[in-house]
């Protein structure tokens, strides 16, 4: 078995980020006000069939205040659970973060990282949304010291499937973005759903050499939670037979045979998503937190006597 961080079977980006710098960089989520072009019509419109983004950041994350306050509120917020935690990471999360011309993402980058205690920025994006001039700032930005993560929402590796749910674009796409960061020497993560209409178990298995191949740094897995109001759930409402529904035991069994599957070095940032139980119609996992399943997901992983990297034929 691969020596992975903290002890565990499988390489945590918790874990990297303490092994680099020495200790732990909390994420504080902020909301710059951007959109995307999956909205505004200059790729489609609607957005994505399975997005509400108010189901998916912290209430302290609102564009009516300012970015400082955003981060002050998070401070205060994680302090709580992480009172040991100095150093923070300003998350732009909502919608597309670089979806701006660059003087506007300059002037909000620089206003996050003007706070004493950010040390960096995580840029959640579309692989559509960047070009050269954008990631030659942004590494300028990380040949100065700070920390730059860009995360692409890649959600699938099947062309199929990006088409259905309204993505706007293919995995050529994203593998091109992924590959145009990684060439800056920037760190690259990549987020995934697991349970998109159409995707078998089998898929979600055989695409994991596809992830693996990529050069990311770390990728986020989600299972697919269907948001009250959007078009997943009319979709699911009416053809619930093109939906892989997995208990959390399931679930957990196919995280472990994804994690499997997946070269050992790459980070796992994240392996089930939480949506405040609002926001949703169901909740077939009860109200079990993160935390919560990450330690089953460690039990899991010790009963099965498996790690990630076990059945990858790629390594680096």
């Known amino acids: 078995m691969f020596d992975f961080p903290e002890g565990k079977r499988y390489n945590t980006s918790a874990g990297r980020y303490h092994r680099i710098y020495g200790e732990r960089l909390q994420k504080l989520v902020i909301d710059a006000g951007f959109t995307c072009p999956n909205r505004d019509g200059t790729v489609g419109s609607g957005g994505c069939s399975y997005c509400d983004n108010a189901a998916f950041h912290p209430g302290y994350s609102t564009p009516g205040k300012s970015l400082l306050q ?97 993505r706007g674009h293919d995995f050529e796409c994203a593998r091109k973005a992924v590959e145009m960061t990684v060439r800056r020497g920037l760190d690259v993560g990549g987020h995934f759903i697991l349970g998109l209409p ?30 009250k109001g959007t078009r997943m759930e009319r979709e699911y409402s009416d053809h619930p037979e093109d939906f892989l529904r997995l208990g959390l035991e399931d679930y957990l069994d196919l995280v472990i045979d994804i994690l499997e599957r997946l070269r050992p070095d790459l980070c796992i940032e994240r392996v089930a998503g939480e949506v405040p139980p609002r926001f949703v119609s169901e909740t077939p996992w009860g109200l079990i937190r993160n935390d919560g399943i990450l330690r089953l997901l460690d039990r899991r992983l010790e009963e099965r006597d498996t790690f990630q990297g076990k059945l990858c034929d790629i390594r680096e």
Not at 107 to 120: F, I, K, N, R, T
Not at 141 to 155: C, F, L, N, Q, R
């Open 198 to 227: 159409g995707e078998s178990r089998r898929m979600l298995l055989d695409q994991c050499s596809a992830i693996s191949a990529m050069p990311l740094t770390s990728v986020k897995f989600h299972q697919l939670q269907i948001v």
């Open 70 to 166: 955003q981060i002050d509120e998070g401070i205060w917020f994680h302090r709580r659970r992480y009172p040991k935690v100095n150093h923070y990471l300003a998350y732009f999360q909502s919608y597309s973060n670089t979806y701006a011309p660059l003087e506007r993402l300059r002037v909000l980058y620089e206003e996050a990282l003007s706070h004493p205690s950010v040390v960096g920025l995580v840029i959640g994006t579309r692989p559509d949304c960047v070009d050269e001039e954008k990631l030659d700032y942004l590494a300028r930005m990380a040949s100065e010291g700070k920390v730059i993560v860009v995360e692409y929402g890649i959600e699938s590796c099947y062309d199929e499937t990006l088409k259905r749910i309204n």
